[in-house]
């Protein structure tokens, strides 16, 4: 079982530097939603916030208690693969963390990204992989939660097509411009070639009415 | 062939302005919840007392779940929306907060100062802001009687979206027991 911690496991997101505290902040931002907030609870009852009937002290547990977080289990059901550990798991981590997008810097994948929310998802790929959970079940779970934007390759299918076919069709478009562009070059050279020897043509008629020299036709 | 050429240009610039008109009218950032709707992942969590919060055992009463971090500005504007709203439906609603990314001394020092409007939960591994798909906070859950995802706002939430949600949620009836 996990053990609840204050100070949590997530990475620090301020490089060394302590977060500011919050009487540094600014505290024009509250005043304005603070006075809304007066109207819409003017009827309100002052009271404290309510405390859920499911939170028990963590002291008074006994007996078996299920993990804190999140049982994935429920979520995910059984896993179909075999549970992974050593140099597979890092490969097979590794290649579910290049295929899921980084949702705090969403050029990213999480393999890529620093973010703490990348970090976590990795650790989280991880876990169900080492659990048994096939790659297919694990990326899935992500994209339950995030959609298929999760997805740095979005299935081929739907309008997603478009994503996939587009640089084909570009690249097809570019080919056969350059194929016109070239037939029609070569049909503007043979009218050039007609019309020069046209002219030529000509030229050796004018020869033979003039000086009775060579008019340029070959003999057949 | 200047009018050929014109045509070539609209044939391939129109298309491109209205996929431009189509994409501004969405925010990137905001990608809609495959959630909605569905059961909301259920969690235990500690909050900063020690006190654990099972979320399954506060089904049949709505439950207000908002992932904030004191180092996010919009947490801290809505966050004298998010008190009073805890105390106006004092009893009808739960409000629960899930620490995101965030120090629980930090989180303790905010409540101290400006107030809580209901428990802060250590998400330590982060595993329950994967289960619920959030990108970044402020994001809040709204969750129906029933167990299930009835809506969800990205960033600080407004007062009509929380009144009409909360109302919402309110009118539905309570899922059968046994």
Redesign the interface.
């Known amino acids: 079982m996990?053990r609840?911690?204050?100070?949590?496991?997530?990475p620090s997101?301020?490089n060394g530097r302590r977060?500011?505290?919050?009487?540094d902040?600014r505290r024009a931002?509250?005043l304005p939603?603070?006075l809304?907030?007066?109207s819409?609870?003017a009827?309100?009852?002052?009271?404290e916030?309510?405390?859920?009937?499911?939170?028990?002290?963590?002291?008074a547990?006994s007996g078996y208690?299920?993990?804190?977080?999140?049982?994935?289990s429920?979520?995910l059901g059984d896993p179909l693969g075999r549970p992974l550990s050593g140099d597979e798991l890092d490969r097979a981590a590794a290649e579910v963390a290049a295929d899921l997008r980084c949702?705090?810097c969403?050029a990213l994948s999480i393999a890529d990204s620093g973010a703490?929310?990348a970090?976590?998802?990795r650790?989280?790929a991880r876990s169900l992989l080492a659990q048994g959970y096939t790659r297919e079940q694990v990326v899935g779970y992500?994209?339950?939660?995030?959609?298929e934007?999760v997805r740095l390759a979005p299935r081929a299918r739907g309008l997603n097509l478009i994503v996939w076919a587009a640089p084909a069709a570009i690249v097809l478009l570019g080919v056969l411009l350059v194929a016109l562009r070239l037939r029609r070059r070569r049909s503007a050279d043979e009218a050039l070639d007609v019309y020069l020897r046209q002219v030529e043509r000509n030229d050796g008629d004018d020869g033979n009415d003039g000086d009775g020299g060579d008019n340029g036709e070959r003999p057949t | 062939m200047n009018r050929r050429v014109l045509l070539f240009g609209f044939g391939i610039s129109l298309p491109l302005l209205v996929l431009l008109g189509f994409a501004f009218q969405h925010d990137p950032q905001i990608v809609e919840s495959p959630l909605i709707g569905r059961p909301a992942p259920d969690f235990r969590l500690a909050d900063l007392d020690g006190n654990i919060v099972d979320l399954a055992e506060l089904r049949g009463r709505p439950v207000i779940i908002n992932f904030w971090a004191t180092y996010c500005p919009p947490c801290i504007v809505e966050h004298p929306l998010l008190m009073a709203g805890a105390r106006r439906w004092q009893g009808e609603i739960h409000f629960l907060g899930v620490i995101f990314q965030d120090d629980p001394d930090l989180i303790a020092q905010f409540n101290a100062e400006y107030g809580r409007w209901g428990p802060s939960l250590i998400d330590a591994d982060g595993g329950v802001a994967i289960a619920y798909g959030v990108y970044g906070p402020p994001e809040t859950f709204f969750i129906g009687r029933d167990g299930v995802i009835v809506d969800k706002a990205i960033g600080a939430v407004s007062r009509d979206q929380l009144l009409d949600v909360a109302n919402r949620m309110l009118a539905q009836p309570a899922p059968a027991t046994g």
């Open positions: 996990r609840a911690t204050r100070a949590g496991n997530w997101r301020t977060p500011p505290r919050p009487a902040r931002t509250v939603t603070l809304a907030a007066l819409f609870a009827s309100a009852p002052a009271q916030p309510d405390t859920p009937p499911g939170a028990a002290p963590a002291s547990e208690q299920p993990a804190l977080g999140i049982e994935t429920n979520e949702p705090k969403q703490a929310s970090h976590a998802m650790a989280q992500f994209e339950q939660r995030y959609g934007f």
